[in-house]
């Protein structure tokens, strides 16, 4: 699993079309086919432990939460950041407050083209 921030400070200034004061984080692009979602976890809340069918993003837009990888260790992670799992990778997601993401899938996810790479240890 891999980490990644979105925050307002790693995006772009919109400057064209008469724009004020608005900033651009470009997240994803794909030339296949993707499936976008909106996901709600509510406080106390899981997705159970399951394979990841095709590469996941999993985009946090509101609250904080925990995800995890194959190793099940417990990652925090937050509203400005997003979390990565590979095809055939085993995780799993929740929160004690609720949580909401944006979660999108694709044969073809490559984040690290346009997000910084969170570190953690």
């Not at 900033?23 to 990841?52: L, P, S």
């Amino acid at each position: 699993m891999k980490i990644y921030k979105f925050g307002k400070k790693h995006g772009k200034k919109v400057e064209k079309y008469q724009s004020n004061l608005a900033t651009y984080v470009k997240m994803i692009q794909t030339n296949q086919a993707a499936t976008i979602g909106y996901m709600y976890i509510d406080g106390e809340g899981t997705v159970g432990y399951h394979e990841a069918p095709i590469p996941q993003l999993f985009i946090v837009v509101e609250g904080e939460g925990w995800v995890t990888g194959e190793d099940q260790k417990r990652i925090s992670i937050k509203r400005g950041e997003a979390a990565l799992w590979e095809k055939g990778e085993w995780h799993t997601s929740g929160s004690e407050t609720g949580m909401a993401a944006i979660v999108i899938q694709s044969e073809e996810l490559n984040p690290e083209t346009f997000m910084e790479r969170k570190k953690h240890a």
